[in-house]
């Protein structure tokens, strides 16, 4: 669930940020994605935080009980969540490879024909052929 917030936030931020310059499509928000984007940004970096938190008191690293002068490490491993190192993992593994590599030849997509073939076949579409 994690990644596909991330997956989903990543087009909201990029909407955001390009301001008046998207080009809109049918559906779209209007002005309203001023205030919207920004919240929908701000519930998706709450509810990530939120799914990675431990679920259980027994589930946090180093929540033990002093007894005397020693510190008794009392973690159940099975109840701790272990969400905060797969997405760590991910975003070290993924953004390493970008660094590394994906950067130096990754050039987006690819536009499949000119520009007159394209409305022509926009036209198409549109008038139901």
């Known amino acids: 669930m994690i990644g596909l917030y ?27 994605y001023k205030w919207i984007d920004p919240l929908a940004i701000a519930w998706i970096v709450l509810i990530c935080i939120l799914f990675m938190l431990p679920l259980f008191p027994d589930g946090i690293p180093g929540n033990g009980a002093v007894v005397g002068s020693h510190f008794l490490f009392n973690v159940n491993w099975i109840d701790v969540n272990y969400a905060p190192l797969t997405v760590g993992g991910a975003f070290l593994f993924f953004g ?17 024909g000119t520009e007159e073939e394209l409305e022509r076949i926009e036209a198409g579409f549109a008038s139901g052929d």
């Open 6 to 32: 991330i997956a989903f936030v990543l087009p909201i931020i990029l909407r955001y940020r390009a301001k008046e310059s998207f080009e809109r499509g049918a559906w779209h928000l209007g002005n309203h």
């Open 96 to 112: 390493g490879w970008w660094v590394l590599s994906a950067k130096n030849w990754f050039k987006g997509p690819v536009r499949m």
